[in-house]
């Protein structure tokens, strides 16, 4: 079962910061359909937010068609986001760890290690032949992402 987490330094709002953790669970196939969420009482005990908060985050993923409340069951997952590439997950998260380790044993703390991958991740974005550093900013590097990642089969 997914256990929820706030980041006080977000500039997301709570509901949306919940709502992007379904995401990513689907995303990476931690949550698949037939999974049942939290009630709404125990994430909001769990992270110390109203319930109307949980409540909305829980009425958008409903709206998106990923979950499904069931009167008197619960709120269950009905769709997925994972892709087919979330067999190659386990790998790539195994490597990912390794060079998590290896960057603090370098000595980078958490936000090092972020602004690292941030800015790594900006300048992929780029690409060889981007010539501004604000070309890619926002959402833009996924744009990229798209036009040159391989295509995926049907």
Known sequence: MIIF???????????????????????????????????????????????????????????????EGRPGQGTFVVGSLAGPSLASHAALRREL???????????????????LFGTTLDTAARGPCATARSRYRGGAWRRWWDRTAPARPP
Do not use: C, M
């Open 5 to 67: 987490r706030l980041d006080g330094r977000s500039n997301a709002v709570p509901y949306l910061q919940l709502v992007e953790q379904v995401r990513r669970a689907l995303r990476t196939g931690f949550l698949e359909p037939g999974d049942r969420l939290p009630t709404v009482r125990e994430v909001a005990e769990s992270v110390s937010i109203n319930p109307n908060t949980v409540l909305k985050a829980y009425r958008q993923l409903e709206h998106e068609g990923l979950v």
């Open 97 to 115: 760890r390794s060079w998590l380790g290896k960057a603090r044993n370098a000595g980078l703390d958490p936000e090092d290690i972020e602004a």
